[in-house]
């Protein structure tokens, strides 16, 4: 990872959008993670929700500052995807916010937000949503926690003035780094929520390679297509935000690693009949520190499973970093 640069808990990256840090700095989370107040005014969409911090709450009651109507002042919750950095938060954030109301409306119920996630379940936010307390969120028709997204759907982010143009975060379903991770395109601010599929500063990790490599390339394809969706800037889950163009060196770095394991594996190896995954990685990580070659060899396997799926190398054998590969003609 690259030192991270430093930035407020609080900032405000355009009239429409605030940024708050998750206070959860780390090797793998740079600054915190990124969590997002999306609007003008209340009701507010709240990307994301930190890992639940103490520390977060302070800060997301500062951002929310003094209601200005008697609107909730959010109305939705988005999850990015399930890793607990992105949605361990909820509980701590649903009780804020209805301290927050019932300071504001005492005896008035409670307007719960609803949350929102691609349909896609996992154990561990199965146990987190077994914690909410009832009428602290809006349920589903099925009388559950979360309200599923689909691709293409949009979700209207408030104006003071009433003016909407433009202002919708539209679902983007971008599988890889997990299979449930979305972007969200704002069009009004030329920006993309990235999430953990482009973060601000260093690489991200990928559960499905293959699938990865295809939403980076579908994001590429976005920005070239309708004017109207395109976007300049990335506002991703961790880091700094960022020019579009990451995406696409993104993209290429994974292109390149790809074709460093072809030209590797094309040679002769040096021991034995066949490369392992740790020997290729030997090859190609040969100039780097070797602490860092545990995490690399993680990338190298993936990169040789998704070549695998393609029929271009197979597999002969062996367990983890001693697997052996052949290159196919």
């Avoid at 991270?4 to 780390?26: C, D, E, H, M, Y």
Wanted: charged share 20%; proline share 7%; aromatic share 6%.
């Amino acid at each position: 990872m690259s030192t991270a640069q430093t930035f407020p808990s609080i900032t405000r990256l355009s009239k429409n959008v605030v940024r708050l840090l998750g206070q959860n700095p780390g090797k793998f989370t740079l600054q915190g993670t990124n969590t997002y107040l999306v609007g003008q005014t209340n009701p507010y969409i709240l990307v994301d929700t930190g890992e639940g911090r103490d520390s977060y709450i302070p800060i997301l009651d500062e951002a929310l500052g003094s209601p200005t109507n008697d609107a909730p002042e959010i109305g939705d919750i988005i999850f990015t995807h399930r890793h607990h950095d992105h949605t361990d938060g909820l509980p701590s954030v649903l009780a804020l916010l209805q301290r927050r109301w019932s300071e504001q409306h005492p005896n008035t119920t409670f307007p719960a937000p609803r949350v929102h996630k691609l349909p896609l379940t996992h154990p561990k936010l199965d146990a987190l949503f077994e914690t909410l307390p009832q009428g602290s969120y809006t349920p589903n028709a099925s009388g559950g926690v979360l309200h599923d997204l689909h691709e293409g759907q949009t979700l209207t982010v408030t104006s003071v003035d009433g003016d909407t143009a433009g202002l919708a975060l539209e679902i983007v379903h971008t599988p890889g780094h997990t299979p449930d991770s979305l972007c969200l395109l704002l069009a009004a601010d030329r920006a993309l929520f990235t999430a953990d599929t482009v973060l601000g500063q260093s690489s991200t990790v990928f559960e499905d390679l293959g699938a990865y490599m295809s939403s980076l390339r579908k994001l590429g394809a976005l920005n070239a297509a309708v004017p109207g969706r395109r976007y300049d800037t990335l506002y991703p889950g961790h880091g700094p935000t960022v020019p579009h163009d990451h995406v696409g060196m993104y993209l290429q770095h994974r292109v390149d690693r790809e074709n460093q394991v072809l030209d590797a594996i094309a040679q002769a190896p040096p021991e034995g009949d066949a490369w392992t995954t740790w020997t290729l990685v030997g090859n190609i990580y040969a100039r780097y520190p070797k602490e860092l070659w545990e995490p690399a060899a993680q990338s190298v396997n993936q990169h040789l499973q998704k070549l695998e799926a393609e029929g271009r190398v197979q597999r002969l054998g062996g367990e983890e970093r001693h697997v052996q590969w052949k290159l196919l003609a």
